[in-house]
């Protein structure tokens, strides 16, 4: 069964610095893995995607994520943060359910990030 | 193009109470889930649909939730009798079936309190 694992419920950055955010999946197959930000009283808003086309995915607001297939992890990056993306983010595999006919999609426990001024 | 559209937006019921959710996903989308998410924790998956059927309905606690999707369109969810442990956030997301790497959309949520 597919699972996503999240380092660090909370992480703090200064305004300015690198932000990255840790995700390590588990899964069969090569799996479609999924990066969403959610904000206070909000649903949940697609960053960005990684599809099996190019392993270094952009996505909006100047985030980028890396595939890594020998180690399993797709972590977040951005090069300098912003007050404004203080949130909590997401990391989800999607898998087919081959006996379904159907994507699955399970989601991590989230990382609350804070930007300090 | 109009977003998941779900309501209410905030609801307050006491246990042994019934309580209705209802979302309107994306124009064409033809999957509907439904998450739960508690307080600190990530979504997780009550009951997906594709069109008017149940593809997924493996975590939903059946004795007490239910769930419809009329026409593959709109859906409702609802919890009868609630428990204090159902206070969460429900979370209504589509998906068009074109798209093979499945993201889904989100709406705002319907957050419930049980007292």
């Known amino acids: 069964a597919q699972s996503v694992t999240q380092l660090g419920s909370h992480v703090s950055v200064s305004e300015g610095a690198l932000v990255l955010l840790r995700c390590n999946y588990s899964s069969s197959v090569p799996p479609y893995l999924f990066w969403y930000v959610q904000y206070p009283n909000q649903g949940l808003q697609l960053l960005l995607k990684?599809?099996?086309?190019?392993?270094l995915v952009k996505g909006i607001n100047g985030f980028e994520a890396e595939f890594k297939k020998s180690e399993t992890s797709f972590h977040l990056t951005k090069p300098s943060a912003h007050m404004s993306d203080a949130a909590e983010y997401f990391c989800?595999?999607?898998?087919?359910?081959?006996?379904?006919?159907?994507?699955?999609?399970?989601f991590g426990t989230g990382t609350k990030l804070q930007v300090i001024p | 193009e109009a977003g998941v559209a779900q309501s209410p937006r905030y609801k307050i019921i006491e246990k042994r109470q019934s309580v209705a959710f209802w979302c309107n996903p994306i124009s064409g989308h033809a999957t509907l889930y439904w998450y739960q998410q508690i307080l600190g924790q990530g979504p997780k998956l009550l009951i997906q649909?594709?069109?008017?059927?149940?593809?997924?309905d493996s975590q939903l606690p059946k004795d007490r939730f239910s769930a419809e999707r009329l026409k593959g369109v709109d859906s409702t969810l609802k919890i009868q009798p609630a428990k204090l442990e159902d206070s969460a956030v429900y979370l209504c997301a589509s998906k068009s079936q074109g798209e093979g790497a499945g993201t889904q959309y989100f709406g705002p949520g319907t957050r419930l309190l049980v007292l």
């Open positions: 989800a595999v999607s898998d087919w359910v081959n006996a379904g006919g159907y994507q699955k999609v399970t």
């Open positions: 649909f594709q069109n008017n059927g149940v593809v997924d």
């Open positions: 990684y599809t099996s086309a190019a392993t």
